[in-house]
């Protein structure tokens, strides 16, 4: 026996009387101590005498006051939950924000106000249940919100518009420089009537004025932007809906009379000719035919207007602006609806006999020394929309221009004037083969598309016309949206190994690479709804309409249509690969449902074909440039950046909180400390709780505040079986979960605490007993305070258990002790090592400990308080033994083993009993 014991003594003192009488005589004196000191939980009932002197001494509550209490807990327990409801909240909106963030993906500005918003009124709804909870504490809080609010607003604000200037202005009086007056397309086609030899239609501009005053007059601005805020971008169906409503409002409205009467004069001031002048009305949004963001087809263009029709047409154009595909484009590039105006052009309609689109460079190979041109008898409008064949010539980009390449095609139709739009009729049977452009012709057009380049410093993508005179008019000009496949990446594919799987080949490649995926095939608006990601569509015509659906596909198949078009070129701007011009490819494949399309070879495949997909093209859309996510990045530095750390820091104050997720981390901090400190302000006897009968009546008191009792008690005594908080339940089962042992027994550790509390008047027992003197238990369903005094250690833990993860936390507060205060940090560093392994969060001042874990599920958060209560009983007076080593290290290993079985048995009442360590702690 004393062989085993010797490991464990103090070699440091030496004992003046032999070994078994001093451990005989520490356990006589510690028997007579102990009973004055320590009272822990046994077999034997209170004696009734003891009972009565408990009864003497404590403060009695009226009803009212219990009723009182109990109020006053549910409030500060109602805030507090409110509390960490609104930090959950907050912080998942700060979360969507950072992700946002962090991918290329388009999100609105709808989406950017929603988490903004959000996020401000979850801090505010923190701040106001923290006053409430401590009324007056933290009242710095709302100066630093108001702040940081101040600072977010700031952000979101958008970019002042130039909507100071006239609602009306002449074409003759603009340039490129008024382009925030009157929009990109506009201000680009006043710049090219100062150069030399070009022709423009006359015409007039609605301005950024007008489209504010239209808006404001009509109440639309608000109403436009509740509708976007409930935009899915996923949801078509709805879209489409939100879609038809805003565009319905706009159309209804009126314009405003001295808007009309602007728009009607500048009209009548033109209109000098034998018969009314017929106007084409169209788009000059402020992104529209920016560098990448083109627009093309996305709004309305309205032909042959007369003088009637100028108010309706103009609110068509506007309304355009919130068309689907127009809402999906400007989703898909991050641009914000406020800062994009619609002004409106008021331009003369010029009869034509041949028109069509130039580009001043390949738009397929844009490091190529030459320009293409795309033209059609009559107007445009075929060559635009994809829905017309039409001649295709390639010619030097010097002069004398030299035609390198030439594609005839038969034209059976084309677009006239007439009243009220365009429309096709037949071409004379001799020019449906004829070239639609004479040499001359294509060479004046070739100067015309360097001159364009050389003014506006880029290669152009221009829409021009030829009246029956012979002159050139120039309609519109932007920057050109031109890929380079001059590497030519089909040279390197084993093409020959795919002959059984070619299904055709042919068509004019729109955008070159190569995707795999399922046919989807556009008809009609319906198909529009369900676009599956990543398919290939297939459509008859390359409508301007079909581009809402491009950004769930992976490629596009048309049978008509070139890379003039439209489609084409937001097929372009987003690396989309197209094929057009393919006949009767809708019947062609008709019994595939998924193919490989190889726009670089101009073929297509069936199924999936690896050795051709080696030219899949990027998405160079840049959103980290974007309005939107620029608006977001500026907003969010004042809403995520986490500043506040370290709780014991003296800048850890409502004054040094500068983001909202400053004041969420201190709220968060400060509520749990306020709840933990109620029972200390809340003092109440027995009488006004019940006394724990569990197996025999115990030193153990318990107060309902809420919900914690599975019914209502009479008595004076509640049984463990009647109580509902699942905290208590969890902390009970590690309390009882091994027996007690008794003190650790060192006699260097057990003079020192017979010396402190000899010493420390604050030690003693038999003054009356405070709330924190005693053992009691505030609980209610899902929450549990403990007030603990076990011998001379006051404890207090804290938990609330719910399925509501975000709201889950256990707090643990330990202090005091009669040792020396070298041994009592030693116990706080002891403990505190124990609480990391099962991964609390601690921290120590001095002698007292405090450990948090928080925000998980219901389980764990139970096995947490399992170890708590095995700690709150197994730790007592474990400072005696705090300067021995060996002994440390045998509760080390004894904690341990008994914690892992604790935990594996689930908190069952009788998990196994470790012997081994048992009898060793007896030998000891």
Not at 253 to 274: C, H, M, S, T, W
Not at 381 to 404: M, N, Q, Y
Not at 784 to 802: D, P, Q, W, Y
């Amino acid at each position: 026996m004393k062989n085993k014991s010797k490991p464990f003594s103090d070699k440091k003192q030496q004992p003046t009387v032999s070994g078994p009488r001093i451990l005989k005589a520490i356990h006589s004196i510690f028997r007579a101590f102990g009973n004055r000191v320590l009272e822990f939980f046994s077999a034997a009932a209170l004696a009734e005498g003891d009972r009565k002197m408990a009864t003497d001494y404590l403060d009695q509550l009226s009803e009212s006051q219990i009723e009182q209490l109990r109020q006053e807990f549910k409030e500060r327990y109602f805030n507090f939950r409110s509390i960490l409801q609104a930090n959950n909240s907050a912080l998942e909106n700060m979360a969507a924000m950072e992700k946002a963030l962090s991918q290329n993906k388009p999100f609105s500005m709808a989406f950017v106000k929603q988490k903004v918003v959000a996020a401000t009124v979850d801090v505010l709804r923190m701040i106001r249940n923290l006053e409430e909870i401590a009324p007056g504490t933290y009242s710095q809080l709302n100066k630093s919100f108001e702040t940081i609010q101040a600072e977010i607003n700031q952000k979101l604000r958008p970019k002042k518009l130039v909507t100071d200037g006239p609602l009306v202005c002449s074409l003759e009086q603009l340039s490129r420089k008024n382009a925030p007056l009157i929009g990109n397309k506009l201000a680009c086609l006043a710049e090219i009537q100062y150069i030399p030899g070009l022709n423009v239609p006359m015409g007039f501009a609605a301005t950024s004025s007008a489209y504010k005053l239209f808006l404001k007059d009509n109440d639309l601005s608000t109403k436009i932007d509740q509708h976007l805020q409930e935009v899915d971008y996923d949801d078509l169906t709805t879209l489409n809906k939100i879609s038809d409503k805003i565009q319905r409002k706009i159309t209804e409205a009126v314009v405003p009379q001295k808007l009309a009467d602007e728009i009607v004069r500048f009209y009548d001031e033109i209109n000098i000719g034998p018969k009314d002048l017929l106007m084409a009305v169209r788009s000059s949004a402020a992104y529209e035919d920016l560098p990448g963001m083109s627009f093309a087809g996305q709004f309305e263009t309205v032909l042959n207007v007369d003088r009637k029709g100028l108010l309706d047409a103009y609110k068509r154009v506007i309304a355009s602006k919130y068309g689907m595909e127009a809402l999906v484009y400007r989703f898909n590039r991050g641009l914000r609806d406020e800062e994009n105006p619609m002004c409106v052009g008021f331009l003369e309609m010029i009869d034509t006999t041949s028109s069509g689109v130039a580009y001043s460079r390949n738009p397929l190979e844009i490091q190529s020394n030459t320009l293409t041109i795309d033209s059609c008898w009559g107007l445009p409008k075929g060559i635009v929309d994809g829905s017309a064949a039409c001649d295709t010539f390639e010619l030097s980009r010097t002069p004398p221009f030299a035609l390198v390449k030439q594609q005839t095609v038969h034209k059976p139709d084309k677009y006239i004037n007439s009243p009220g739009g365009a429309i096709s009729v037949p071409v004379e049977d001799e020019k449906k083969q004829q070239p639609s452009l004479t040499k001359k012709q294509l060479t004046n057009l070739s100067s015309v598309a360097i001159k364009l380049e050389s003014r506006f410093g880029e290669p152009q993508d221009i829409e021009w016309g030829i009246d029956e005179s012979g002159s050139t008019h120039v309609f519109q000009s932007r920057s050109l949206q031109a890929q380079n496949t001059s590497s030519d990446p089909k040279q390197s594919r084993p093409h020959d190994t795919n002959r059984e799987s070619l299904i055709l080949k042919g068509g004019t490649t729109v955008c070159p690479g190569s995707v795999y995926g399922k046919i989807h095939r556009l008809e009609s608006k319906t198909d529009l709804m369900k676009v599956p990601k990543d398919c290939i569509l297939l459509v008859k015509h390359p409508l301007p309409y079909w581009a809402s659906a491009l950004s769930n596909a992976a490629g596009l198949i048309a049978e008509t249509g070139g890379y003039a078009g439209h489609l084409a070129n937001v097929s372009r701007e987003t690396n989309l690969p197209a094929l057009f011009g393919i006949p009767e490819v809708r019947s062609l494949l008709k019994d595939f449902d998924s193919i490989t399309l190889d726009a670089d070879s101009q073929e297509i495949h069936q199924g999936k074909v690896e050795s051709l997909l080696t030219h899949q093209p990027d998405n160079p859309i840049r959103l980290a440039e974007s309005p939107v996510y620029k608006v977001l990045a500026e907003a969010s530095r004042s809403i995520v950046p986490l500043h506040l750390l370290d709780p014991d820091s003296v800048d850890f104050r409502p004054s040094k909180c500068t983001s909202l997720h400053d004041i969420t981390r201190f709220i968060h901090e400060k509520s749990v400390a306020e709840m933990f400190n109620f029972g200390k302000t809340h003092h109440f006897s027995e009488r006004s709780s019940k006394q724990l009968f569990y197996k025999v009546p115990m030193h153990w008191w318990i107060l309902n505040l809420d919900d914690g009792f599975k019914q209502d008690i009479r008595g004076k005594y509640v049984k463990l079986e009647d109580i509902e908080s699942i905290p208590m339940h969890a902390l009970w089962e590690g309390m009882v979960a091994f027996p007690w042992e008794g003190p650790p027994v060192d006699r260097g550790g057990f003079f020192s605490v017979m010396l402190q509390a000899t010493a420390n008047p604050n030690l003693t027992i038999g003054g009356k007993a405070g709330f924190v003197d005693k053992n009691y238990f505030m609980i209610s369903k899902n929450f549990c305070n403990l007030a603990s005094k076990l011998g001379f250690h006051f404890t207090t833990i804290e938990a609330m258990i719910s399925e509501t993860i975000g709201e889950n936390y256990v707090s643990f507060r330990y202090k005091g002790g009669a040792a020396d205060f070298k041994r009592r940090l030693s116990r706080v560093k002891f403990l505190g090592e124990i609480l990391e392994q099962h991964q609390f969060i601690t921290r120590t001042k001095k002698d007292i400990l405090t450990a948090r874990f928080e925000d998980n599920d219901s389980e764990v958060m139970k096995d947490q308080l399992r170890i708590l209560g095995y700690l709150l009983i197994h730790t007592r007076q474990i400072d005696m033994i705090m300067m021995n080593q060996s002994m440390v290290n045998y509760y080390k290993a004894k904690f341990h083993k008994e914690i892992s079985t604790l935990l594996q048995s689930g908190g069952n009442d009788n998990p196994p009993v470790n012997k081994s360590v048992l009898k060793a702690k007896q030998e000891v």
